[in-house]
Each structure stands twice: as C-alpha cells, then as structure tokens.
C-alpha cells in the first residue's frame, strides 16, 4: 500500500499532484493511504503495491474547486474520500452532477462546513494592535480557533483587506503572518496574552445600539453566532443582559413617540408630491390640460391625448391602460376592436358603459412603426408614473365608488403593482382613501388568445368580472344612499 503524507501548508496542491501521480501509475483507492506529516502509518502501509494501467482523464472544474475545498476539512479521511470519488469520475463524468449520489453529497456537505468556518473566521477575528502606533506599519495580533483548517485558504482575504499593516492571527494549529506584504505560516501557538483594545469600549457601545430588541430571535442569533465562538468575542459578555431586557426594552419602544422623519426625507416627499396630482383648474377645462400634456416623450409620438369620458358624477370608473391606434387618431376613449369587445361582453353583463366615465391609465398611444402599422408598445413604468397625475385628476373629479382596473398598467397605476394579474383578476384591493378596486383583464388579451375554446372561457371569466362590478356598483350606491339619509 503506498502511503502518501501531505504536508500541512499548501495541502490542497500537494494533495492534487500526489493525486495525479497515483493516477498515472493506475493506484486504485484501496492501494493507497493517505494522511499527513502526524498521521501514523498503518500496519500494511510500507508494503509495495503494484498499479494497473495508467490513467489519463479530464477532470471537471466543479471537482477541483470541490477538491480545493474540501482538503481543509478537518475529517481525517478527506483526502481519502476525494480520490475515491475521482477514482469514480473516470468511468462517469457525470456523477460530479448527481444529486443522488451519496459519496458526492457527503463531500459537498464537507465542502459547506468549510465554506461555513471561513465565513466564520472572516466574521470574528478581533485585532488587538501590539506594535508602536507611530510606527508606519500598524502591528496587530490575534486569537482564534477554527474548526477546520481554514487558516491558510481564507489568510488571503485579511491580506488584502488589511494590506496596510502588518498582523498575524494565531490558532492552535497554525499561525497566518503578514509582514511587509507578504504572506507566511508558522506552527500553531498556545492563546497568546493579547493586550487591551482602546477602541473596545466604543465597539461595545456600539454593538448594543443596533441590537434591535423587537426583532430579537435567540435561535437565528445563535445560529449566526455560535456558542463556541462567545469565548474570544468581547461583544459576547453584552448578549445575556441584552437578550434579558430585550422584552423591556421591547414595550418601551410600542409605547415611545415615533421618530421624526430625518431631514433627508424632505427630498423624497418632495418628489413624491411631483407625482401626485395638483389640479386645480375647472372641470370642463381638464380634457383640454390633458391634450396639452408634455410630462413625458409620448406625447411627441401620439396623434393626440386621450382624457376620459362619462358623466362626472358616475359610480363607476372603467380604467383601461392606454389608447390604441384608433383612439390616438379619434381621440375617443374605448373605440378600438378591443373598446368593441369591451362593449359586446358589457351589455350581456348587463353594465351600462354610458353611465361609467371610462378613460385610461396612459393616456398617449405608444407605439413602433412597423411599415404601415403602428405596433401597440406597453408603457414603461416612468410614463405610468407620469400619467398617474392626471388619472389622480380625473378620480378626483369623478370620485367613484367603484373603480374597475382592466390590465396590468392600469393594476400597476392604481395599486403600484402590475404583477400576476390572471392570478389577481376578480379580487378588490383598496386604494389609500378606501376606494375600492375591481381588477380584471384587459379585453385586448381576450382579442390575442388564440385557442378559441381558451378565448370563450376567459371572456366568459371576463363577463363574470363585469358583471360582479355591476353589483357591487349597486351595493355600494344603496350603502351611500342609507347613511345620507341617516346623516340627514
């Protein structure tokens, strides 16, 4: 059995040159023992083994990173188990990729405790300056005590992160020193007497300011924190009292004043303000404001603008989401084939579309020429944006007791989300001032399906979504005319 002894300082390419070595004198697993410069030999480790036919494969990238990692696990059968699974990947190649197989999982699992006390070690080493502060290069020091050995794969983030002063973290097994910008490892050291951190206390001041007693969960933070990392932690002696006084402070902070908006929330509500509505003017005099608009690039495009339409004093708002090319060259809301549609499915639904004020979320054609036609292009959020200010005009004029959304712009202008709206149709949400909202399709969906039994059965969904706005509309008008007359 040939017994190969990496050593403890740059293992992982030790371990895949031997492991290339083995392969070309066609070593089977069981042929070799692997260990390191203290492991001991086995009974039957000097006995001489004679190989097969040499090897010659490719091996995948996935397992070298694999490889790379998991030779810092402290599992004294790593290596081991690596070249046993690339023992394996000779004959399939493919197992670097199933899921199933249990040797692969078991590495992939060493490979994530690895990962894990890296992040570890990133996390919680705590510096303490032992040099000469007027020195031009700061000296720091410290303690640790990985679970595995990462010290030598994650040295290389302190280096680069701490470039500009010389330190060392010491461990039971290994020492990382950074001097003059270079990078070695000595043998490990018993827990150095580091001195007294001058800015501790300010850390610790600071450590309890953004510990957030209401959303305190002992298990998440233990978790991320380990038990066993507490001892060399010095933030760690403040988590009892701030865990035992966390339902205190808790109720303390239900029952204080809420704090008021920093000074840089001015900017924010101001641009929030630019979006909200600001008409004044009479209402007779909104279509022609509307015409006028230049809020953004669409209407230097568009034919014209398209305002709404209805009586003023209607129950019902019909939203849909933009002009079509009919509308952009009539200047009428609703006329296209999908307008058509729209009225067809109506008056079966028994809604009269003469007592709504029907108009759109966008109210400028966007359109790409294509030839003779005018493509229909979706508003991008920014237009929407821009349009939501004269919609919120025409709501405040009308103010209907029921606004009926049809698509995903007109979704996305009146409850800020487009999204899932197949999923969403025939629900109500609520705007901010309580006014209901009826979400459904929009008819030209209905005009693009082109399966004809799937047509029939979302118009048929559609009719539904109507006819249901039709009752709430009356539900809603009775409700208003009995608290009148209660008020009266």
């Given at each position: 059995?040939?017994?190969?002894a990496l050593p403890d300082t740059g293992t992982a390419d030790a371990w895949r040159k031997a492991a290339r070595s083995c392969l070309r004198e066609g070593l089977r697993p069981a042929d070799i023992s692997?260990?390191?410069?203290?492991?001991?030999?086995?009974?039957?480790?000097?006995?001489?083994?004679?190989?097969?036919?040499?090897?010659?494969?490719?091996?995948?990238?996935?397992?070298?990173?694999?490889?790379?990692?998991?030779?810092?696990?402290?599992?004294?059968?790593?290596?081991?188990?690596?070249?046993?699974?690339?023992?394996?990947?000779?004959?399939?190649?493919?197992?670097?990729?199933?899921?199933?197989?249990?040797?692969?999982?078991?590495?992939?699992?060493?490979?994530?405790?690895?990962?894990?006390?890296?992040?570890?070690?990133?996390?919680?080493?705590?510096?303490?300056?032992?040099?000469?502060?007027?020195?031009?290069?700061?000296?720091?020091?410290?303690?640790?005590?990985?679970?595995?050995?990462?010290?030598?794969?994650?040295?290389?983030?302190?280096?680069?992160?701490?470039?500009?002063?010389?330190?060392?973290?010491?461990?039971?097994?290994?020492?990382?020193?950074?001097?003059?910008?270079?990078?070695?490892?000595?043998?490990?050291?018993?827990?150095?007497?580091?001195?007294?951190?001058?800015?501790?206390?300010?850390?610790?001041?600071?450590?309890?300011?953004?510990?957030?007693?209401?959303?305190?969960?002992?298990?998440?933070?233990?978790?991320?924190?380990?038990?066993?990392?507490?001892?060399?932690?010095?933030?760690?002696?403040?988590?009892?009292?701030?865990?035992?006084?966390?339902?205190?402070?808790?109720?303390?902070?239900?029952?204080?004043?809420?704090?008021?908006?920093?000074?840089?929330?001015?900017?924010?509500?101001?641009?929030?303000?630019?979006?909200?509505?600001?008409?004044?003017?009479p209402l007779d005099a909104l279509p022609a404001a509307i015409h006028a608009c230049t809020r953004c690039p669409l209407h230097s495009t568009a034919t014209q603008a398209v305002p709404g339409i209805g009586?003023?004093?209607?129950?019902?708002?019909?939203?849909?989401?933009?002009?079509?090319?009919?509308?952009?060259?009539?200047?009428?809301?609703?006329?296209?084939?999908?307008?058509?549609?729209?009225?067809?499915?109506?008056?079966?639904?028994?809604?009269?579309?003469?007592?709504?004020?029907?108009?759109?979320?966008?109210?400028?054609?966007?359109?790409?020429?294509?030839?003779?036609?005018?493509?229909?292009?979706?508003?991008?959020?920014?237009?929407?944006?821009?349009?939501?200010?004269?919609?919120?005009?025409?709501?405040?004029?009308?103010?209907?007791?029921?606004?009926?959304?049809?698509?995903?712009?007109?979704?996305?202008?009146?409850?800020?989300?487009?999204?899932?709206?197949?999923?969403?149709?025939?629900?109500?949400?609520?705007?901010?001032?309580?006014?209901?909202?009826?979400?459904?399709?929009?008819?030209?969906?209905?005009?693009?399906?082109?399966?004809?039994?799937?047509?029939?059965?979302?118009?048929?969904?559609?009719?539904?979504?109507?006819?249901?706005?039709?009752?709430?509309?009356?539900?809603?008008?009775?409700?208003?005319?009995?608290?009148?007359?209660?008020?009266?």
């Amino acid at each position: 059995m040939r017994h190969i002894a990496l050593p403890d300082t740059g293992t992982a390419d030790a371990w895949r040159k031997a492991a290339r070595s083995c392969l070309r004198e066609g070593l089977r697993p069981a042929d070799i023992s692997w260990g390191t410069a203290q492991t001991e030999r086995g009974l039957f480790d000097d006995q001489q083994s004679e190989g097969g036919a040499p090897v010659k494969m490719t091996v995948p990238r996935s397992f070298i990173s694999l490889a790379e990692t998991v030779c810092w696990h402290s599992d004294a059968d790593r290596f081991a188990r690596l070249y046993q699974f690339l023992w394996r990947l000779k004959d399939t190649p493919h197992l670097i990729a199933d899921r199933g197989d249990r040797e692969l999982a078991h590495l992939r699992g060493m490979e994530k405790s690895v990962h894990r006390c890296q992040h570890k070690m990133k996390a919680f080493v705590r510096f303490r300056e032992i040099g000469d502060r007027d020195d031009a290069r700061r000296s720091f020091a410290a303690w640790f005590e990985p679970t595995h050995h990462t010290v030598e794969p994650t040295a290389g983030f302190f280096a680069g992160r701490f470039a500009d002063m010389d330190w060392r973290i010491v461990t039971p097994e290994k020492t990382a020193i950074f001097q003059d910008g270079s990078l070695s490892f000595a043998p490990g050291q018993p827990k150095p007497a580091l001195p007294e951190d001058a800015g501790e206390t300010l850390w610790l001041t600071y450590f309890r300011n953004i510990f957030n007693p209401a959303r305190l969960k002992v298990q998440a933070m233990t978790s991320e924190m380990p038990k066993k990392y507490w001892k060399n932690l010095p933030e760690a002696a403040t988590i009892p009292d701030l865990i035992a006084n966390a339902p205190a402070r808790a109720r303390a902070m239900a029952h204080a004043a809420p704090t008021l908006a920093p000074m840089r929330a001015g900017k924010a509500r101001q641009q929030l303000a630019a979006h909200m509505s600001a008409w004044d003017g009479p209402l007779d005099a909104l279509p022609a404001a509307i015409h006028a608009c230049t809020r953004c690039p669409l209407h230097s495009t568009a034919t014209q603008a398209v305002p709404g339409i209805g009586p003023l004093d209607a129950a019902l708002m019909i939203v849909g989401e933009q002009p079509g090319d009919q509308e952009d060259l009539t200047g009428l809301a609703f006329v296209g084939p999908a307008g058509q549609l729209f009225d067809k499915v109506a008056q079966s639904a028994g809604l009269d579309r003469s007592a709504a004020f029907v108009t759109n979320a966008v109210k400028h054609f966007k359109f790409t020429p294509r030839g003779k036609r005018r493509l229909h292009q979706r508003p991008n959020s920014g237009e929407i944006e821009h349009c939501r200010w004269w919609l919120d005009a025409e709501r405040n004029l009308v103010q209907p007791k029921l606004i009926l959304a049809l698509g995903a712009t007109a979704a996305e202008t009146l409850t800020g989300s487009g999204a899932n709206i197949l999923r969403r149709r025939g629900t109500v949400e609520q705007l901010a001032d309580g006014t209901p909202v009826l979400l459904s399709v929009h008819p030209s969906f209905l005009l693009r399906l082109p399966d004809p039994a799937e047509q029939e059965k979302q118009i048929a969904l559609f009719e539904a979504d109507l006819r249901r706005a039709v009752e709430m509309v009356v539900a809603l008008t009775a409700r208003s005319g009995s608290q009148d007359s209660a008020a009266g």
